[in-house]
């Protein structure tokens, strides 16, 4: 619906699996975001990824491991999880970083951590 | 620094009865606010944003917000509340001059709406 796709819509792991979250968009835009929706939470700003290139990294722990391998497609691999990674993930996108007005979001993946 | 809370993290309504959700804001400059509106199983939507234009915004599905410097608020209402605005609502603040446009996302309130 709004251009942003994201695959799985809902991830079950366990600490020591590796799992990847995979998110695409077709509206062309150079931009794109990982969020963190926790329970009663604001949301939180993970990763940012200009021209594929990331441009920022919110303090986010090393078990989290992203990858843009072009403008369209964004990957958030996981690894070690612990259960408080629970969470709902949301990709988005907009038509350049410093736009983010102009965000859309993807419907995200519910990941459960065992 | 910028920030924005929601008053409410819950409101309840009736169906054909006006919605009003809270929001106030903090910012060292000029500020963009919006809000979003996540139904359930489905991600963000933008509903409206204020970017220093007109101070009353008009959005999607009836909604409107209104922009009070003096209060440092911005209000979403609606004047009849339908049983689809059952949904998740976010207040966002981004503070370009200072921040590059990242946003700022409020906790966020649940609105319920009755029968």
């Known amino acids: 619906e709004t251009g942003v796709t994201q695959t799985p819509r809902h991830l079950v792991m366990g600490m020591t699996n590796k799992k990847s979250l995979k998110c695409e968009q077709h509206?062309?835009?150079?931009?794109m975001y990982w969020y963190k929706q926790s329970a009663k939470k604001p949301l939180e700003l993970m990763f940012v990824?200009?021209?594929?290139?990331?441009?920022e990294n919110n303090s986010v722990p090393s078990r989290f491991s992203p990858e843009c391998p072009n403008s369209s497609h964004l990957f958030l691999h996981l690894h070690t999880l612990q259960p408080e990674d629970s969470a709902l993930y949301l990709c988005?996108?907009?038509?350049?970083?410093?736009?983010?007005?102009?965000?859309?979001f993807g419907s995200g993946t519910q990941l459960s951590v065992l | 620094a910028q920030s924005v809370t929601q008053l409410d993290s819950h409101v309840s309504v009736s169906e054909g009865t006006p919605v009003l959700l809270r929001c106030n804001y903090s910012?060292?400059?000029?500020?963009?606010l919006f809000w979003y509106v996540q139904h359930p199983n489905k991600g963000l939507q933008l509903l409206l944003k204020?970017?220093?234009?007109?101070?009353l915004v008009k959005g999607i599905n009836g909604f409107e917000a209104e922009f009070k410097k003096s209060e440092t608020s911005f209000h979403l209402t609606k004047p009849s509340a339908h049983m689809s605005d059952a949904a998740e609502y976010f207040c966002?603040?981004?503070?370009?001059?200072?921040?590059?446009?990242?946003?700022?996302f409020g906790q966020g309130t649940e609105l319920s709406v009755k029968p």
């Open positions: 910012s060292s400059y000029s500020p963009s």
């Open positions: 988005a996108s907009s038509p350049l970083t410093g736009e983010e007005e102009k965000l859309f």
């Open positions: 990824y200009n021209f594929k290139e990331q441009t």
């Open positions: 204020y970017t220093s234009a007109a101070t």
């Open positions: 966002v603040v981004s503070d370009r001059n200072n921040q590059g446009g990242k946003l700022i």
């Open positions: 509206l062309g835009h150079n931009a």
